[in-house]
């Protein structure tokens, strides 16, 4: 808001609250409106106009990150849920490599994303060896 019309603002309602304003007029960017008194004020019409929301474009990795979300999820039932996405995860990352132009820190989400794929199977593993030794006992 400009100074000019902020100090106006400020000015016209400073001396008695308890006058009315009246419509006056308007045009494409502001209402004119008067106090009793005949002091007039340019109210812009923009002034609540929120900035549009710009949509961020789908990033290649959420699939995978969601997978990998799973796959810690999948350990807590003697990690068999983490036998069958850790590899879907990897697999997802690698196709998204391979089809897609990715910028150096998509490249290392990636290597990340197989890392930690690579860390949740070899812990469930030995989990669902061992519920299954249970199992089979």
Do not use: H
């Not at 409106?33 to 990033?59: E, H, M, Y």
């Not at 990715?102 to 290597?111: F, P, S, T, Y």
């Amino acid at each position: 808001m400009p100074d000019a019309v902020r100090q106006n603002s400020n000015n016209f309602l400073s001396n008695d609250r308890s006058l009315l304003l009246r419509y006056e007029s308007e045009d494409d960017q502001s209402y004119i409106v008067s106090r009793t008194d005949g002091a007039r004020l340019t109210i812009p019409k923009n002034r609540g106009v929120p900035k549009p929301f710009v949509d961020k474009p789908p990033q290649p990795l959420t699939p995978a990150f969601r997978l990998l979300v799973a796959d810690f999820l999948g350990l807590a039932p003697a990690g068999l849920g983490t036998i069958v996405l850790a590899p879907l995860a990897v697999l997802w990352s690698l196709a998204v490599l391979l089809t897609r132009p990715l910028n150096q820190n998509d490249r290392k989400r990636v290597v990340a994303v197989c890392a930690i794929a690579a860390v949740l199977l070899a812990l469930a593993i030995p989990l669902s060896e061992l519920f299954l030794a249970r199992l089979s006992s």
